[in-house]
């Protein structure tokens, strides 16, 4: 029997066999078992859809809730790892300078969705792509709300497929203290410590600090594209070399009414994963270095029973270090000659907002709120020094000082948000809200939400939903035109000055979605969700020309042209798809789910419909864990099913498919053997399965396919102590 087939024996088994027994025993109180992951799911509130607390349920929004508990059992150390295994998320690992590249129910873009801590967002203010790879911890985090859909209406601009608003624990004993190390494959480190404490009543503190280092996947031999590192020459070495060197920082004191936060991101991992080799060289100098720091003091007031106000002021601080770069061959003399085209970025911005909810007095059954938010953004988009020399020099010392001179961009913005939530009857929930942004770059804008929720029996609940988001041009958008496939740029000033009519317009978004949540007591819950998204104006990168002049290699006596690559709005498109989950909790020590997702994404071409890359239009997750096992053992197993992916590349992929995949991962934890010490391993692509995810970009001037870790392992020790 093939290890797959006996895999699913066991399991299938297993779940025989446990509801059978439990479906006999008569004597079960469901209702004491309030310690259930599935319990604890529909129990919970989430707080990132309104910025208010509400039930998730009867929210106007898609959620998917991680909790704390979830994050433990399944050996969740980064948002990169829960958002694997997260419904409808299409992933390609190891994606250059992005960490991972997402696609969050067939919309693409790690530039799409905001990341919140606390309702804070920690996305470039630039509108540049998110990095995420090791570098956001989930260590510190209560919970986890996974929203879907567009979410303008609370959060303005890029808003657009979604928000991960990442919810930090609060303070509730007198002291917590946690500390944690692992090793594993590819010489990766991990190291954690946590400290929370109650001075008193009225002054709490907490502190996390996540430190990641790893030398990263080695792929030479895997795929004979990468033989070609074998013949570097010196000073390259003949290495496969893109290390990850990665750090969280979480800070947090709480007096009364009043919070004082810092968060910081460092991500600095390999820059040339997913490229062409004959262009880019993957040593460890080819990388993506950049610093994420947030301030913010929040006010939070509950003005009688059913009021509250609640104001912000946040400073942020994005950085990317004068190393970062791509390192190159030169065109034409591969192997033969490299060149360092360095990156800059900075991103300083001042954000407040102003947020006032209520349940009026006498109908309670309504309620609102309101906020107005402003924002002042000064910028450098991340390729400036090609902007202002025509050269890749480094952004540093009198170069910087003229960069920042000649291309420092700023913005403003403010807003206005209003959403009204009404009870007309016991089992029906109503709401509309309204959003209006105005910006000096992309001037105004208005993005509605409607929902409709009924609970017809006390167990099933019906939600119908309308919502729409925008997305103005970033500097990202704007200022990265290339003018060849290798080497260099062309400004937005050089093509407006050679094309007038080339501008970008605002991207939009408008989804519509039906879900129905049925439980069977506290045993069964069933979801299903059916959605249709409508893009409109996406921007993409596209070659436009097949001859940019090339400003760095031209000279006086020869002049060099290449493919010219820029972003344009390149039309529609139309994504529907299908979500459905199952979830069943038999006894307090074990729960499971199964999941299936079906997309079908696909943009109005001049030539006919085309098919969005890097989407699997049939996916299927597995996942149980088993409590208390002899006492002592925790067991979480995840599985997926990866149908055939959407590959633009015909040359490789004839079909436009791309094979799909299967991988499990195993976690394992034991608890209560010698305290206060827990020990954990984790255990990836047990069957050390051969896979690989969609390339970058066009999947043509990048390689078509980005090979995967085979089987890794790592292991671990957990120290807490406290007193309540």
């Known amino acids: 029997m093939k290890p797959l087939y006996f895999v699913f024996f066991l399991v299938i088994a297993f779940l025989t066999y446990n509801i059978q027994c439990f479906a006999q025993n008569d004597s079960i109180n469901y209702d004491s078992l309030a310690t259930l992951p599935l319990k604890d799911i529909l129990e919970l509130n989430v707080k990132g859809v309104s910025k208010y607390e509400e039930a998730s349920e009867k929210s106007p929004a898609s959620v998917i809730i991680i909790t704390e508990s979830q994050i433990k059992e399944n050996a969740y150390q980064d948002l990169s790892d829960v958002l694997k295994n997260v419904l409808a998320i299409d992933i390609v690992d190891n994606a250059r300078g992005f960490g991972e590249f997402y696609i969050l129910r067939g919309i693409e873009g790690n530039d799409r969705f905001l990341v919140t801590i606390d309702g804070q967002k920690i996305n470039p203010v630039s509108g540049t792509f998110l990095s995420i790879g090791n570098s956001i911890s989930v260590k510190f985090a209560e919970r986890i709300e996974i929203i879907f859909g567009p979410s303008s209406v ?65 792929l030479v031999g895997r795929d004979s594209v990468y033989d070609i590192i074998n013949q570097y020459k010196y000073p390259q070495r003949n290495k496969f070399e893109q290390p990850i060197n990665d ?68 400073l942020v601080n994005q950085s990317i270090n004068p190393e970062t770069q791509f390192y190159k061959w030169y065109r034409g003399e591969i192997l033969e000659q490299d060149f360092s085209q360095y990156m800059t970025g900075l991103d300083n911005a001042l954000r407040g907002d102003l947020t006032f909810n209520t349940r009026l007095l006498k109908q309670k059954n309504l309620k609102l709120i309101a906020g107005i938010e402003y924002e002042f953004i000064k910028s450098i988009p991340p390729y400036a020094n090609d902007q202002v020399f025509a050269r890749p020099d480094k952004f540093e010392g009198e170069t910087a000082e003229i960069i920042k001179n000649e291309l420092c961009i700023i913005e403003k913005r403010v807003a206005g948000f209003a959403q009204i939530s009404y009870s007309p009857v016991k089992k029906m929930d109503v709401v509309f809200g309204g959003r209006y942004d105005y910006s000096i770059r992309y001037k105004e804008t208005f993005n509605p939400r409607m929902s409709f929720v009924y609970t017809p029996y006390k167990n099933t609940v019906l939600k119908l939903m309308y919502g729409t988001a925008f997305q103005a041009p970033s500097l990202f958008y704007q200022y990265e035109q290339w003018g060849a496939a290798t080497a260099v740029m062309l400004s937005a000033h050089e093509i407006n000055a050679t094309e007038p009519g080339w501008k970008l317009q605002n991207q939009k978004v408008k989804t519509s979605e039906l879900a129905i949540s049925h439980r069977v007591g506290d045993i069964i819950v069933f979801n299903l969700a059916v959605f249709h998204s409508h893009l409109t104006n996406l921007i993409e990168r596209v070659v436009y020309t097949d001859s940019a002049y090339n400003k760095y290699f031209s000279t006086s006596d020869s002049v060099f042209y290449s493919p010219g690559i820029r972003n344009e709005g390149v039309g529609n498109q139309h994504i529907s798809g299908v979500d459905f989950k199952s979830e069943i909790s038999l006894k307090k020590d074990f729960y499971a789910y199964v999941s299936y997702s079906y997309i079908d994404a696909f943009a109005d071409k001049e030539t006919g419909k085309e ?35 959407n590959n633009r590349n015909e040359l490789a992929f004839p079909s436009g498919k791309q094979p799909g995949y299967f991988n499990m991962d195993i976690s394992l934890r034991v608890t209560n053997f010698i305290k206060p010490l827990i020990f954990y391993v984790k255990l990836e692509n047990i069957f050390n399965n051969e896979y690989n995810h969609g390339g970058l970009l066009d999947q043509v001037v990048y390689l078509p396919t980005i090979p995967q870790d085979g089987f890794t392992i790592r292991a671990g020790i957990e120290f807490i102590i406290n007193k309540k």
Do not use: C
């Open 154 to 218: 609370m959060y303005g601009a890029d808003a657009f497929s979604g928000i991960i608003n990442i919810v930090s624990k609060d303070v509730e004993n007198k002291y917590t203290i946690s500390a944690n190390t692992d090793y594993g494959s590819m010489n990766t480190i991990n190291g954690e410590i946590a400290a929370q404490f109650k001075i008193n009543k009225n002054l709490s503190f907490s502190g996390y600090a996540r430190y990641f280092q790893s030398d990263g996947s080695d």
């Open 247 to 314: 750090h969280t920082v979480l800070l947090k004191t709480k007096y009364k009414d009043f919070t004082l936060s810092y968060f910081r991101q460092h991500f600095n991992e390999g820059n040339a994963l997913g490229m062409t080799l004959n262009s880019y060289i993957y040593n460890r100098e080819n990388k993506w270095d950049l610093d994420n720091n947030l301030v913010w003091l929040n006010y939070h007031n509950q003005i009688g029973e059913f009021r509250n106000l609640s104001f912000n002021i946040a």
């Open 611 to 645: 098919n969005i890359p890097r989407i699997a239009k049939h996916k299927t997750w597995f996942g149980l864990i088993y409590r208390n096992l002899f006492n002592h053992l925790n067991i979480s197993t995840q599985a997926k099913w990866i149908g055939k992916i």
